[in-house]
């Protein structure tokens, strides 16, 4: 069993920073994934890491954006948000996945978060 909690969501402008944690407890999965969901749209996957060797997979709308992280002392994950845009408006969710070639399809990903929101307007 692995329980997800997230922060850091809130409020900013477009080209604003923002700074997302994962907080996980226990130590069985593999990969940590940050997705996100807007109003009417599907939810799609954002970035992932390993567990192992903390590989990092990116979506292409976000890569050069956005950077993953883990600080495995803390067993925490996150999800560096740069120059955010109102399109990157979205409910965050972070996922474990129980094998390690989860990127990032959710279906590939067994727990989830509660979510954070963000929301980038002016």
């Known amino acids: 069993q692995v329980q997800l909690v997230e922060s850091g969501g809130g409020l900013v402008q477009p080209g604003g920073s923002l700074r997302l944690s994962c907080a996980a407890s226990?130590?069985?999965?593999?990969?940590i994934g940050w997705f996100r969901q807007a109003p009417g749209k599907e939810r799609e996957g954002v970035a992932c890491?390993?567990?192992?060797?903390?590989?990092?997979f990116y979506a292409y709308s976000v890569k050069d954006r956005f950077t993953i992280s883990r600080d495995n002392a803390k067993n925490t994950v996150f999800l560096q948000m740069n120059s955010l845009k109102p399109d990157d408006t979205a409910v965050y969710y972070c996922?474990?996945?129980?094998?390690?070639?989860?990127?990032?399809?959710?279906?590939?990903?067994?727990?989830w978060g509660q979510g954070t929101q963000v929301t980038v307007s002016s």
């Open positions: 226990g130590s069985d999965y593999y990969v």
């Open positions: 890491i390993t567990s192992k060797d903390a590989r990092t």
């Open positions: 996922a474990a996945a129980l094998w390690a070639g989860a990127m990032l399809g959710p279906y590939e990903y067994t727990y």
